[in-house]
């Protein structure tokens, strides 16, 4: 039997719910494939601040990093909003991301065919979406510095340094090798020399990558062909204010972003989440969409754990419970035969496996 030791971080409003759910879809993948997983759960966000004044405990960072892999589920409400910012569960969050070395995040955004009707886009336009959003995590305008305000000034630094721009460049091309073996780099190099540099930097490196057709595009015109023409997209790669932003965009292709996860990876460690944020006005309800978080599981199993058989057995268990046509509130409106509450879909997709 293979062991391993897995942290969780719950945080704040849906995020123990949807966490919840992908630990019994483990379990039951676990028992499959004869994986034994160890948990331990650690505080982060606003539960953290009530807990213990801090949104980022150094238990928390020894904590993770000294295990395997972690899921993570989501931080944050307007109880907090208060708060100074340094003490927000944002920038704790923040914090967690540069204390994890988490350069690369990986956003798949996937349109399942039973779900074609629930994009805002026409199905001729949106069916056989698959798109890898390869997004810089710790440089970019939110860590650069100098950064400040004054009562009629603020200002904030976007700052990349080759070798930052050279790792993330690697993750992608490598991803696209498995896949399509196309990559679009995103920058805004007509105004910005940091983006100059972005791409000059991405054309070297993709020398390394013959087989991988490379094309650039501008932040603005790929806002623009997300929506008109999202097909032509395989492996998208940009930094990290651009990948907050197009990422998100890409997300409401699917029609929920309770469908889509992600994966945050380093040299030391890696944090798997939904993109979703914590939802506090559907918190404790039972109505929340835990697939993203359960397909965050199915990462963590793929890119950490080496777990491809049972990556996969999670993947085609979410798409034959989309068949089966089984839906969260989020998605009652598009061919369901039955409306189910968080707790139901978990038990679904876990007995699927």
């Not at 708060?83 to 956003?107: C, D, H, T, W, Y």
């Not at 950064?147 to 993330?168: A, L, P």
């Not at 972003?257 to 992600?262: A, D, K, M, R, V």
């Amino acid at each position: 039997m293979k062991n391993y030791n897995i942290s969780l971080i719950k945080g704040d409003g849906i995020g123990v719910e949807i966490v919840d759910e992908a630990i019994k879809v483990l379990s039951a993948v676990g028992k499959k494939f004869d994986i034994n997983f160890e948990y331990k759960e650690y505080l982060m966000g606003g539960c953290a601040i009530d807990a213990t004044g801090n949104p980022l405990p150094q238990e928390t960072i020894d904590g993770v990093l000294n295990s395997d892999a972690c899921l993570f589920g989501a931080i944050g409400g307007p109880k907090w909003d208060n708060q100074p910012r340094e003490l927000r569960p944002e920038s704790g969050l923040l914090r967690f991301r540069k204390e994890m070395g988490v350069f690369a995040n990986l956003r798949p955004a996937v349109v399942y065919d039973e779900l074609v009707d629930a994009s805002s886009l026409k199905p001729e336009v949106i069916k056989g979406v698959d798109i890898m959003v390869v997004r810089e995590l710790i440089g970019g305008i939110y860590f650069g510095e100098p950064k400040g305000k004054t009562e009629t000034k603020g200002w904030n630094t976007m700052v990349y340094e080759v070798y930052e721009i050279e790792r993330i460049a690697h993750v992608a091309f490598k991803l696209a090798m498995k896949r399509d073996k196309k990559l679009c780099s995103i920058d805004k190099a007509n105004v910005l020399d940091v983006s100059q540099l972005w791409r000059d930097t991405v054309t070297k490196i993709a020398t390394q990558y013959p087989e991988v057709e490379l094309s650039h595009m501008y932040v603005d015109n790929c806002a623009m062909q997300l929506i008109a023409n999202p097909r032509q997209f395989d492996v998208i790669l940009t930094g990290n204010i651009f990948g907050d932003i197009l990422s998100d965009e890409a997300s409401m292709l699917s029609g929920s972003i309770g469908l889509l996860p992600s994966a945050s990876t380093g040299e030391k460690t890696a944090v798997y989440e939904p993109i979703h944020g914590s939802a506090p006005d559907i918190a404790g309800q039972g109505i929340a969409n835990p697939i993203a978080t359960i397909s965050s599981a199915s990462m963590m199993l793929r890119y950490s754990l080496g777990e491809e058989e049972a990556a996969d057995a999670i993947d085609n268990a979410i798409k034959t419970a989309m068949k089966d046509g089984y839906r969260t509130g989020d998605l009652a409106a598009f061919d369901a035969k039955e409306v189910v509450n968080t707790q139901r879909m978990g038990e679904i997709i876990a007995s699927l496996i």
